[in-house]
Each structure stands twice: as structure tokens, then as C-alpha cells.
């Protein structure tokens, strides 16, 4: 069974740090995606992860995958209070667009 | 171009009822996957359709239950309602062609079962 873990589950930083989301995950996987969620929102999604060794960027939000360690992070580079919100990573185990998330990470950024 | 939606809202309704859930999904899109978030148990996979077949299904009763109309709008039922059914449920849709492609969420249905 796929399972997906995601750390912290909870994380209060200060505008302008630098922090670190991981997503492991138990067995092989052909896609892995992070999305954003805003309270009482729907999902956004951020990046598509696909190969070994991938890297995407937008922004202030940088993610990475290496399949061997079934592991994927989603850094934060100096945050500013709008990156608040809660993000998730979700994998799709056999490409069948059946995705199993993750708890999902709530980032509280303060001024 | 337009998002996904979902059509109603919001929805209360009380236990023993049935419910039905549609979906709209991005022009062109032809998969469409239903999924259920509540505060216990996070996001769950609820099932896909593509060109009108169910290709996978998660692990819910048969009191769910879904389909996918020729125009890849899609529809879910609930039929008996619990408790514990009260949540939000959220549609993706996309191309299904694979590679980097992402599933886009509508805004999702909240359900108050009481």
C-alpha cells in the first residue's frame, strides 16, 4: 500500500527565512505533484515532478525529487506572508490519476 | 479559458438522504477524478472516469458512485447519507495524455450531513 509522509505538519516561520517541506513516500512512483491550499479554498497546483533528480522553480518555491530515497522537498526561499497556506504533496503511483496525498504541511509566515 | 466547476456549493442534507455532485470539468479534458477532504482523514481518492469508464476507484462503500456523461461532465452520488460523509468534495480534470500534465481542481462541494 502507497502510503505518503509529509513533515512538519505544522510550521511557523518568520518572513524572510528559509525552510524545507518533506514528502516521502513509500513505493516507486511515476509522478509526484505539490499543490497549495488557502483556507477554504480548492487545490493549486504548483509542480509536476517526474524523473529522478528534477528540479522545478517558481517564485520563492523550489521542488525536488529523488526517486531513490522517495523523496521529494519543497523549499521555501526568504517567505513572505502571502506563501501562507497549506501544502501538499500527492503521488501517482502507476499513472492512473489515482493520487494518494500527504497530510499537508500548514505554513503560517508572520510579518 | 474556463476553470473546472462544480455545481452545488454547498449542501446540506440529513441522514438517509442521497445527494448528487456534478462536475464541469476544462474544455477538453477527458479524465475526471472525485475526491473527498475531511479534517480526520485528509484527501481521498474517490474514483476516475475517462470517456465515460471508471478506470479506478478508491477505497469507498458502494454508496458512492459516479459517472461520466459523452461531454466528460461528470456527476457523483451519494446515496444514504452518514454523518460522517460530511466533507468537501473536490473534481480534477485533465488531458490524461501524460508527461508533466496536472490535474486542475475545481472549487470543490461542501457537504453538511447532519
Known amino acids: 500500500e502507497l502510503k505518503v509522509e509529509q513533515n512538519p505538519l505544522f510550521l511557523s516561520m518568520q518572513e524572510g527565512k528559509n525552510y524545507t517541506i518533506y514528502c516521502n513516500y513509500s513505493?516507486?512512483?511515476?509522478?509526484l505533484y505539490w499543490y497549495r491550499q488557502d483556507p477554504g479554498k480548492s487545490l493549486e497546483s504548483l509542480f509536476v515532478l517526474l524523473s529522478n533528480g528534477a528540479v522545478k522553480q517558481e517564485g520563492r518555491l523550489m521542488a525536488s525529487l529523488d526517486t531513490k530515497a522517495r523523496l521529494s522537498t519543497l523549499h521555501i526561499t526568504a517567505a513572505v506572508h502571502d506563501l501562507s497556506a497549506t501544502y501538499f504533496c500527492a503521488v501517482d503511483m502507476d499513472s492512473n490519476y489515482q493520487l494518494i496525498w500527504g497530510a499537508g504541511t500548514k505554513l503560517i509566515i508572520k510579518p | 479559458k474556463a476553470g473546472v466547476t462544480q455545481t452545488p456549493r454547498y449542501l446540506i442534507k440529513t441522514r438517509g438522504q442521497q445527494v448528487t455532485l456534478s462536475c464541469s470539468p476544462i474544455s477538453g479534458h477527458r479524465s475526471v477524478s472525485w475526491y473527498q477532504q475531511t479534517p480526520g482523514q485528509g484527501l481521498q481518492f474517490l474514483f476516475e472516469y475517462f470517456s465515460e469508464t471508471q478506470r479506478n476507484k478508491g477505497n469507498f462503500p458502494g454508496r458512492f458512485s459516479g459517472r461520466q456523461f459523452s461531454n466528460s461532465r461528470s456527476e457523483m452520488n451519494v446515496s444514504t447519507l452518514e454523518l460522517g460523509d460530511s466533507a468537501l468534495y473536490l473534481c480534477?480534470?485533465?488531458?490524461?495524455?501524460?508527461?508533466?500534465?496536472?490535474?486542475?481542481f475545481g472549487p470543490g462541494t461542501r457537504l453538511l450531513v447532519l
Open positions: 480534477a480534470s485533465s488531458l490524461a495524455v501524460g508527461g508533466e500534465e496536472t490535474q486542475y
Open positions: 513505493t516507486t512512483s511515476d509522478r
